[in-house]
């Protein structure tokens, strides 16, 4: 009888160990930074970190016919309005990612830099309200000195949080949410200007829409805040007895960066220039070559960021399972140049399959291209990077952006196709010399993960060995306690660092295998 007594005893102390674990567990996924809870929280706010900034920047898109309209403006006037976006980010972008890695860290330079791309929208839909143009183009100004540097910010949290194996998969599920931003931005902006002018019956309802609009940019100025708190609770328990020192960072650095990472710059360039300029003119140029209503238009340029953001997480899971970066980097490129050659001359063809295709290779693209910088780039050089490449990306998006709406005036839409061909024809060159170099320099851009794992493993091991034998140098003591290692020991080491199990003959001791009669 007593036995059964403890026996029932035991287990209930067993459900409640079992109760307490479960409990435990969870708490420490909820809380700890490395628990898939606190991190997939952490990812979600990253991903709408920039879903504000992605709705506003494209709001003069969705409403281009009504600014047009209402304020009178002629098509280079309104291309002024993503040419100053863009052009401040040419010396800002360097001075945005530098500020991040030397002076504010990310968390302030993530707030600081989503506050300015509030205040630029507040300001962008000022100027509507008041019609003055010079104000409107003072907010986008502010807004992209903001939008731009925040994305380096976004782009740095990520690498910080999870690079490793699903960093692509990662930054497509980044792009994904930012182009969520995009396609509502134009699925949603026609209607609520129509509704605040009918319903509400504000005669002038496009400021008041884009007021609206700015409410986006709060939420995602809200994200940053959360943000920063988890990274600081990860920093403080993850990192707080990390050691590990690295250069300071200087801008003269720069000319230090690789000829790879300005090959990926000048992809960068000349791909976007294909994608946003388009965007930016879509309604007009739907609306003029084939013969849609502003609704229409508005609904068929939502489509590339729509699928976008549909296949983005998925791709970027693909080419982190896959790796070859580089092949879906020219894959991507040549959908691109499909699409736009199908825009351009082939009038029959439903143009929604060449946007789809278009959003296909735009996902292909943003999902393998971005991660390679961390591959080519020391990571705490990673926010002076990603802002060079913001940089040199906003210097040809304002000027070519520019060219775009001459283009459209002087020449025509057909035109205007050839012109994004001949842009993607110079991504796609650079891309196949990218291809070339790293083949003959065996470098991990095109490898499969297993094989950059290995490559790692190996640049690890040349490091602890060179590591060893410079010790050994500057050691004074002639003791056999202290008497240099071979590179059999050396070896052995590292093995027992990285966690592999060492031969059950070896003597520590004697650092030598010994063999039993």
């Given at each position: ?13 067993n ?7 479960s ?29 504000g ?38 010396i ?76 692509n ?65 990860s ?41 946003f ?6 309604q ?26 549909i ?69 705490h ?8 490449c ?6 040809g998006?304002?000027?070519?952006t ?10 025509g ?16 060159v ?59 020991h050396i ?15 070896y ?6 295998l010994?063999?039993?009669?």
């Amino acid at each position: 009888m007593e036995e059964a007594v403890d026996t029932n005893v035991s287990t209930e102390d067993n459900i409640n160990n079992v109760d307490q674990g479960s409990t435990s567990n969870l708490l420490h996924s909820v809380s700890h930074p490395s628990g898939i809870i606190f991190k997939s929280i952490g990812l979600a706010l990253l991903c709408f970190l920039g879903f504000g900034s992605y709705f506003c920047y494209d709001n003069p898109a969705a409403l281009q016919s009504h600014i047009k309209e209402d304020l009178n403006l002629d098509t280079s006037q309104y291309t002024l309005l993503y040419s100053v976006y863009s052009w401040p980010n040419v010396i800002l972008g360097f001075i945005g990612g530098f500020l991040i890695d030397r002076v504010f860290g990310i968390r302030w330079g993530s707030n600081i830099y989503m506050g300015l791309t509030l205040l630029g929208q507040i300001c962008f839909s000022t100027g509507v309200w008041i019609k003055s143009l010079p104000v409107m183009l003072l907010g986008r100004f502010i807004f992209g000195i903001g939008a731009e540097s925040l994305a380096v910010a976004q782009n740095n949290y990520a690498v910080l949080w999870f690079k490793g194996k699903v960093l692509n998969m990662v930054f497509g599920l980044q792009l994904s949410f930012a182009r969520v931003g995009s396609t509502v931005n134009f699925l949603v902006m026609e209607g609520l200007y129509d509704w605040v002018k009918d319903k509400v019956g504000l005669a002038d309802g496009l400021a008041f829409t884009l007021y609206i609009a700015t409410l986006t940019c709060v939420f995602s100025f809200i994200c940053s805040l959360l943000l920063g708190l988890m990274d600081k609770r990860s920093e403080r328990i993850l990192r707080v007895n990390d050691t590990v020192l690295s250069d300071p960072v200087k801008m003269s650095d720069i000319r230090f960066f690789s000829g790879k990472f300005w090959l990926i710059t000048i992809i960068i360039v000349f791909f976007y220039v294909a994608i946003f300029p388009f965007v930016a003119i879509g309604q007009d140029f739907f609306m003029n070559k084939f013969k849609m209503s502003s609704y229409e238009a508005n609904r068929i340029c939502s489509i590339i960021y729509l699928i976008s953001g549909i296949a983005s997480p998925l791709l970027g899971l693909l080419v982190d399972r896959t790796g070859r970066n580089l092949y879906w980097i020219i894959l991507g490129i040549t959908f691109t140049i499909i699409a736009h050659g199908a825009l351009g001359f082939i009038i029959s063809l439903n143009p929604y399959y060449a946007v789809s295709l278009m959003g296909i290779s735009y996902s292909i693209l943003a999902s393998s291209l971005w991660p390679l910088v961390s591959l080519v780039i020391p990571e705490h050089q990673l926010g002076t990077a990603y802002g060079v490449c913001s940089a040199v990306q906003n210097a040809g998006l304002g000027l070519l952006t520019l060219l775009v709406g001459v283009v459209v005036q002087e020449f025509g839409y057909t035109w205007l196709e050839i012109f994004f061909i001949c842009n993607l024809s110079v991504a796609l060159v650079a891309s196949i010399i990218l291809f070339i170099l790293n083949s003959f320099q065996k470098d991990v851009l095109n490898m499969s993960p297993a094989a950059r794992i290995r490559h790692k493993q190996r640049a690890l091991a040349a490091q602890i060995l060179e590591r060893e034998k410079l010790n050994v140098q500057n050691s004074q003591d002639t003791s056999s306690e202290f008497s240099q290692p071979s590179d059999f020991h050396i070896r052995n080491r590292y093995l027992s660092r990285i966690g592999a199990q060492l031969p059950s003959s070896y003597n520590p001791e004697s650092r030598r295998l010994t063999f039993l009669r």
